[in-house]
């Protein structure tokens, strides 16, 4: 049974960082590629980056590239979101999802507000 829970989420004020965790279980997370969403509200869920299953390639939308980078510990099963120079338009729930897998965590809130 996929399990994900995501960490790291809060209240951070515009141009600061977070930093999202989501701890991976219940599959074989070293051979998949694992990706973060958000949702935010009122709008539909839609990803925002991606890791390949070796962690040599990284894909993001275009809205978060060069302030949003992605990481994986394979041998901890954990996937990271590093998140810089925030904005409020980055406020969200951010889940993380194996990518072929069903099954989504309960998400991490991150607000960006002043």
């Known amino acids: 049974q996929v399990q994900l829970v995501e960490s790291g989420g809060g209240l951070v004020q515009p141009g600061g960082s977070l930093r999202l965790s989501c701890a991976a279980s219940g599959f074989t997370f070293s051979v998949y590629t694992m990706m973060w969403y958000r949702q935010a509200p009122g709008r539909q869920r839609e990803s925002v980056a991606a890791i390949s299953a070796s962690g040599g390639s990284t894909t993001y939308a275009d809205s978060v590239k060069g302030r949003f980078t992605i990481s994986r510990d394979n041998a901890k099963n954990m996937v990271y979101l590093q998140m810089d120079s925030l904005k409020s338009e980055d406020t969200a729930v951010y889940y993380c999802?194996?990518?072929?897998?069903?099954?989504w965590g309960q998400g991490t809130q991150v607000i960006v507000s002043s």
């Open positions: 999802k194996a990518a072929t897998l069903k099954g």
